[in-house]
């Protein structure tokens, strides 16, 4: 796939604390690193290199063409909080590439009646995109300002096609990795319009590795040893830190303040045990008890962020070893459990994975003193189902045999979301949360989670726009409107 790379450029903005711009530089096709030239609203500028302009694939990782991409992190002070900014950057042999940032509000905008909304995506498979998802993600841009983008995981497949014999060596897999990211990334792909829709964090789930990773996967023959799961996972990694990874240190959580919200966006897969030990690294924990800390005092509404459902049960050693384990399946997992349930007020946890939309809430039976603490889920998958080789050839033809009779699915192959279990972390919290479902939502879409002030309150809820062939409005579902003071903003 790299030796058809076209030459360009790329530029995604990523999300940072207040008062910067922080974005991602693409180079494609390359043979030598480029020295890009950047400009802010006209001026010429010299961002801070976060990770300076390298080539994603090391010299160790480069195998025929040598042309690839480079990539670089990059950083600028701004001032006037939310103001838009028009970024530049051009590179001679490709044609510059201009992206209008705005850098996180220091505080929930008051009196603004379009808020603070964070777009949600997770599981687009490229290959399957349907023709609506570009016109249907304009939509939601020109919809409101968004103002962030929490990318949740299988942004790409590098494990499809199923059943594939891939390469065994590091570098042939580097190469067709790369190629995979290129499809998304590329300026011209349907998913740049998410990219570049607003700052985003992204965090990898098993498709940024490969399925049930990083664990032995029936499908993928790569990973029924131990040398072909190290090569994979060398290939991967590479791949990931060079368009995706947020931070420097890999598997580190993110934590973005925007009062009185605060948002901690945690890797759980990057540092999985294949004993199912560890969900993340001691480092990462440790960060967790901080931020509740963090929370409960300043009184701030938390937004936790994973790969996978927090809600979800334990499954089967059987199951887990085909399809892949659940964070409750983890023995850190309660020790993450215990840390949310000491948060004072409402919290929210937002994922992907599933391939379904659905809305939970879990009702404290013990909350604080003068509280109605909730934990919340909101999940928003996929933007773009993957296909499952066997069941979705069988579902299409029982479709089709039913719209004979009338009865035509317009979603013949995504799953309706089930109930919830009875209890958030039963298992740990012992029936101390009980759950609800409150609303769900079938079929490819991305979520748009909104705050707003009501007077000296603070309303929560979130819009699913269906990507489908046909218009169809978003579905608005309430969260939760509760009091709250708002913050002096610093801006």
């Not at 379009?114 to 949600?120: A, I, P, S, T």
């Not at 939309?357 to 934990?375: E, L, M, N, T």
């Not at 189902?385 to 192959?413: C, Y």
Request: charged share 20%; with cysteine; hydrophobic share 40%.
């Amino acid at each position: 796939m790299t030796r058809c790379m076209r030459v360009s450029l790329a530029v995604y903005p990523v999300a940072a604390p207040s008062g910067s711009i922080r974005f991602w530089v693409g180079a494609f096709g390359r043979r030598q690193a480029p020295l890009p030239r950047f400009t802010l609203d006209g001026q010429a500028v010299q961002p801070a290199a976060l990770r300076p302009m390298a080539s994603v694939r090391a010299a160790k990782l480069l195998s025929g063409d040598p042309a690839r991409v480079w990539s670089g992190l990059y950083e600028l002070p701004v001032s006037g909080a939310s103001q838009r900014h028009r970024l530049a950057v051009a590179e001679d042999g490709a044609a510059p590439c201009e992206r209008e940032v705005r850098p996180l509000p220091a505080a929930l905008p008051h009196g603004d009646s379009e808020g603070f909304n964070v777009l949600l995506c997770s599981c687009f498979c490229h290959d399957e995109a349907l023709p609506a998802f570009s016109r249907v993600v304009s939509d939601v841009v020109r919809s409101g300002p968004l103002d962030l983008t929490l990318l949740m995981g299988d942004q790409v497949y590098l494990d499809l096609p199923t059943l594939e014999n891939f390469p065994t060596s590091p570098a042939d897999l580097a190469a067709k990795f790369e190629g995979k990211y290129v499809a998304n990334w590329d300026a011209a792909s349907s998913f740049a319009q998410i990219l570049g829709a607003a700052p985003s964090v992204a965090i990898p789930d098993d498709h940024e590795y490969w399925n049930n990773a990083p664990n032995t996967s029936p499908f993928i023959q790569n990973s029924w040893t131990a040398d072909g799961r190290q090569s994979w996972r060398l290939a991967a990694d590479a791949t990931f830190a060079g368009f995706q990874s947020p931070v420097a240190a890999r598997g580190l959580p993110v934590e973005l303040d925007v009062p009185p919200l605060s948002f901690f966006v945690a890797d759980t897969r990057t540092d999985r045990k294949p004993d199912l030990s560890a969900l993340m690294s001691e480092a990462a924990h440790q960060r967790l008890p901080a931020w509740v800390d963090r929370l409960n005092a300043r009184k701030l509404i938390g937004v936790f962020v994973t790969g996978q459902s927090m809600f979800s049960q334990p499954i089967s050693r059987p199951k887990g070893a085909i399809a892949d384990w659940e964070l409750a399946n983890y023995a850190d997992y309660g020790r993450m459990v215990r840390h949310l349930a000491r948060t004072e007020n409402e919290l929210l946890c937002v994922t992907g994975d599933v391939h379904w939309g659905r809305v939970v809430c879990a009702h404290d039976s013990q909350p604080p003193p003068g509280s109605h603490r909730r934990i919340w889920e909101v999940i928003a998958s996929p933007s773009a189902l993957v296909t499952t080789v066997g069941s979705d050839q069988a579902r299409r033809l029982l479709s089709g045999v039913r719209s004979l009779f009338g009865r035509r699915d317009p979603w013949p192959r995504h799953d309706g979301a089930p109930h919830p279990p009875d209890f958030f972390a039963g298992g740990v919290m012992r029936g101390r949360f009980a759950s609800q479902k409150i609303a769900e939502h079938r079929g490819d879409h991305v979520a748009v989670l909104s705050f707003r002030w009501l007077s000296q309150k603070l309303e929560a809820f979130v819009s699913y726009w269906p990507i489908h062939d046909r218009l169809r409005a978003p579905s608005r579902v309430p969260l939760f409107t509760v009091p709250c003071a708002h913050p002096r903003s610093s801006a």
